[in-house]
């Protein structure tokens, strides 16, 4: 299994409900990310996560609530969000935590898209 | 702080052609990794190719090349005999290689949209 795999495809929410996205792989990784991408834009890098634990936060709002679970899955708790949060959410997974490189590279999900009402 | 620029927003090309995306990057590393990373309409980030700054010899994956140029810090990608498959946004990326903690982040260009036509 060479996949990560993301649900739902699609979520529209409301300012005030509570949602989740999903995203699990089994290839063994020990690393795990959360990117944000709006349209017609590169990926955001939001959060990492090295062996099950959050490494990186880059200053995204406490709205946006990471979950590592087990090593093959990651959940984005979303809470309260706002119209401009509408977006692609890309989760990406690599091989180990730290160096990426030519032999450690990210794999990426096909991507949630959520749009904020 | 590194930067990529990828100066074509958007390109054409007539299947079976050949095309050759731009892609230019600034830093002061002198180890590092570049990437091309496809984004089909289907929105998976697909990985393209990949290479070592500090190999000389230009890496390939069958329709897929690069010209690597260090000095000139460019990475522009070649592909040969177009299929309409490969209509997709297509980004460049960087990656430093640094000793200890070592670098996650990657730095993305803006892209080019690239469309084959039948």
């Known amino acids: 299994d060479t996949e990560v795999t993301q649900t739902p495809k699609h979520l529209v929410m409301g300012m005030t409900n509570k949602k989740s996205l999903k995203c699990e792989q089994h290839?063994?990784?020990?690393?795990m990310y959360w990117y944000k991408q709006k349209a017609k834009k590169p990926p955001e890098l939001m959060f990492v996560?090295?062996?099950?634990?959050?490494?990186i936060n880059e200053s995204v709002p406490s709205r946006f609530s990471p979950e590592c679970p087990n090593s093959s899955l990651l959940n984005l708790h979303l809470h309260a969000l706002q119209p401009e949060d509408s977006a692609l959410y890309l989760c990406?997974?690599?091989?180990?935590?730290?160096?990426?490189?030519?032999?450690?590279?990210?794999?990426f999900g096909a991507g949630s898209r959520l749009t904020v009402l | 702080a590194q930067t990529v620029t990828q100066s074509q927003p958007e390109m054409s090309v007539q299947e079976a052609e050949t095309v050759t995306l731009s892609c230019t990057y600034d830093?002061?590393?002198?180890?590092?990794?570049l990437f091309w990373y496809k984004q089909p309409p289907s929105r998976q980030m697909i990985l393209v190719i990949r290479?070592?700054?500090?190999?000389?010899q230009n890496a390939t994956e069958n329709r897929f090349s690069v010209n690597f140029q260090k000095a000139a810090k460019s990475f522009s990608l070649k592909i040969s005999d177009s299929q309409l498959g490969d209509t997709a946004m297509y980004f460049c990326?960087?990656?430093?290689?640094?000793?200890?903690?070592?670098?996650?982040?990657?730095?993305f260009g803006k892209g080019t949209k690239l469309s084959v036509i039948p």
């Open positions: 290479q070592e700054a500090y190999k000389q």
């Open positions: 990326a960087f990656v430093p290689l640094h000793s200890g903690a070592g670098s996650y982040q990657l730095t």
């Open positions: 290839m063994g990784h020990r690393a």
């Open positions: 996560y090295s062996y099950e634990k959050l490494s």
């Open positions: 990406a997974s690599s091989q180990d935590p730290g160096q990426l490189s030519g032999a450690n590279v990210l794999t």
């Open positions: 830093t002061s590393e002198n180890n590092y990794y």
